[in-house]
């Protein structure tokens, strides 16, 4: 079945109907980001990506500080990266000196961060959680320190389950699990599944950070092609799990580290039902929910669950506070192995953050907050995409995320991304080369870039710089 247009498809649908019939002529200012919103009843970060889908169609342009346009003479738009063809046999993983090498570049100040995992910190309210911290720290008796050991705060627990039941999604009292962030949430509900030498089906590509848990719990990989727009190819998945005793799987339904594909209602639907009838448990990362750019939030997969087979991951490290390390499971039916590795593993969260993320939650201003991050991102991804498409080589591919913070680039194939990233790290400037996302390291021609730190004036030179060292890479 078809699945409708988002709100911003159907706005830059619209747009483009009134383009073709002559309503909006070449060289016509196209409304105001502010007076679409208005007229449409949609989010600014819904009209950014709209602008941004008739940008790369070819039928609009941006003019700095002036706005949108309809274009003079229609330009042929970038094309988008090609889904991955992976290998159809088990893996053994070996990517963590490559990935923690890249993690090291990232910590530096005067690097610009474009191979970095996390957005500009400047786009979180530090000042006013070291607040709620304070406040909460103020209250804490004594009794609170030793209650919230493994399973953590309960007000906390109690305001991510009244999050989860907005999303139509209800979990039981002992469900969730507070976590140090989101990794060891992943962590524990790999473990909680598997045993060594078991086999483990990911995207392909993949976030490096789950190739490295594999290969630290000596797992075997199964990659399976991932569309750039819609996610993983359930046929293909079919076919491993006909094939493969397959323990588990490790997937990102929701804006996808490095694709930032979201895949279809109908899709996700179709995935729980496909792993349910094979009983194998799927490891839902959802860290980049939230950072949606339509009007509302996708659903993640574990809003279909109805086996308890879904284990889902997240945290606030991308949405609210970096550096807090507070994440969560919610893991269904292993919800008590989850637990009980916890107990056994870090013993519990730091209580201190968890207080203040449970304070700050309780004042209201989180979806105020997250509204404008998402415009801030979304923003922010069409004009880096704009810097693409003016000085990366002609033949580049370059992904249109509908949420997230990153753009995934697949260069002419002769390029070289790894000595591409070396060279741009010798003027400053990170990136994340494709051999990260694969077990193989298959993804010799591509890059992951952050676009994830408006308002950093680097930006616009570092995409510069790299696009050169890319068109020169002969």
């Known amino acids: 079945?078809?699945?409708?247009?988002?709100?911003?498809?159907?706005?830059?649908?619209?747009?483009?109907?009134?383009?073709?019939?002559?309503?909006?002529?070449?060289?016509?200012?196209?409304?105001?980001?502010?007076?679409?919103?208005?007229?449409?009843?949609?989010?600014?970060?819904?009209?950014?990506?709209?602008?941004?889908?008739?940008?790369?169609?070819?039928l609009i342009e941006a003019r700095p500080r002036s706005g949108f346009y309809v274009q003079a003479a229609r330009r042929a738009p970038r094309a988008v990266p090609q889904a991955a063809v992976p290998k159809t046999e088990a893996t053994e993983v070996a990517v963590s000196a490559l990935a923690f090498d890249l993690l090291e570049s990232t910590r530096d100040p005067a690097v610009v961060p474009l191979g970095s995992a996390f957005p500009g910190a400047h786009l979180f309210?530090?000042?006013?959680?070291?607040?709620?911290?304070?406040?909460?720290?103020?209250?804490?008796?004594?009794?609170?320190?030793?209650?919230?050991?493994?399973?953590?705060?309960?007000?906390?627990?109690?305001?991510?389950?009244?999050?989860?039941?907005?999303?139509?999604?209800?979990?039981?009292?002992?469900?969730?699990?507070?976590?140090?962030?989101?990794?060891?949430?992943?962590?524990?509900?790999?473990?909680?599944?598997?045993?060594?030498?078991?086999?483990?089906?990911?995207?392909?590509?993949?976030?490096?950070?789950?190739?490295?848990v594999l290969e630290r719990l000596k797992l075997r990989a199964v990659e399976v092609?991932?569309?750039?727009?819609?996610?993983?190819?359930?046929?293909?998945?079919?076919g491993v799990l006909a094939r493969e005793r397959v323990a588990a799987c490790w997937l990102m339904p929701t804006f996808q580290n490095p694709l930032g594909a979201l895949m279809p209602v109908a899709r996700k639907q179709d995935l729980v039902a496909l792993l349910a009838r094979h009983g194998v448990p799927l490891i839902e990362d959802d860290v980049y929910g939230e950072l949606y750019a339509d009007v509302r939030r996708p659903p993640p997969a574990k809003a279909f669950d109805s086996d308890g087979l879904v284990l889902h991951c997240s945290s606030f490290s991308k949405c609210l506070a970096p550096g807090y390390?507070?994440?969560?499971?919610?893991?269904?039916?292993?919800?008590?192995?989850?637990?009980?590795?916890?107990?056994?593993?870090?013993?519990?969260?730091?209580?201190?953050?968890?207080?203040?993320?449970?304070?700050?939650?309780?004042?209201?201003?989180y979806d105020r907050h997250l509204r404008r991050l998402r415009e801030a991102l979304a923003e922010e991804q069409l004009r880096v995409r704009r810097l693409i498409e003016r000085h990366f080589p002609v033949r580049t591919r370059v992904t249109r995320p509908a949420g997230g913070y990153f753009l995934w680039l697949e260069l002419p194939p002769d390029t070289d991304a790894l000595a591409l990233h070396h060279r741009a790290m010798a003027a400053g400037i990170s990136t994340a080369p494709g051999v990260l996302f694969s077990a193989d390291r298959r993804f010799t021609h591509h890059l992951r870039l952050n676009v994830g730190h408006p308002g950093d004036e680097r930006i616009d030179a570092a995409i510069r710089t790299v696009g050169e060292v890319a068109g020169a890479r002969r």
């Open 325 to 365: 390390r507070v994440g969560w499971a919610a893991a269904g039916r292993f919800a008590r192995d989850v637990q009980r590795l916890k107990m056994m593993s870090s013993l519990a969260t730091s209580i201190p953050p968890q207080l203040a993320i449970a304070d700050y939650l309780l004042q209201g201003g």
């Open 225 to 238: 092609a991932t569309d750039p727009a819609e996610g993983v190819d359930l046929d293909a998945l079919a």
């Open 125 to 212: 309210p530090i000042e006013v959680l070291a607040r709620s911290g304070a406040r909460a720290m103020r209250r804490l008796k004594p009794q609170q320190i030793t209650s919230a050991l493994t399973a953590g705060d309960d007000k906390l627990r109690q305001s991510l389950r009244r999050r989860y039941a907005l999303q139509g999604i209800p979990l039981a009292a002992d469900e969730l699990v507070i976590t140090n962030g989101a990794m060891e949430a992943l962590n524990l509900c790999l473990q909680a599944v598997t045993q060594p030498g078991d086999v483990v089906v990911i995207e392909s590509p993949t976030f490096y950070a789950a190739l490295q």
């Open 1 to 58: 079945m078809a699945e409708h247009p988002t709100r911003y498809e159907q706005l830059a649908d619209d747009m483009a109907q009134a383009i073709r019939e002559g309503l909006l002529r070449p060289g016509d200012r196209l409304p105001s980001v502010r007076e679409t919103c208005l007229r449409r009843g949609v989010s600014p970060a819904t009209v950014f990506q709209a602008y941004g889908l008739l940008e790369t169609r070819g």
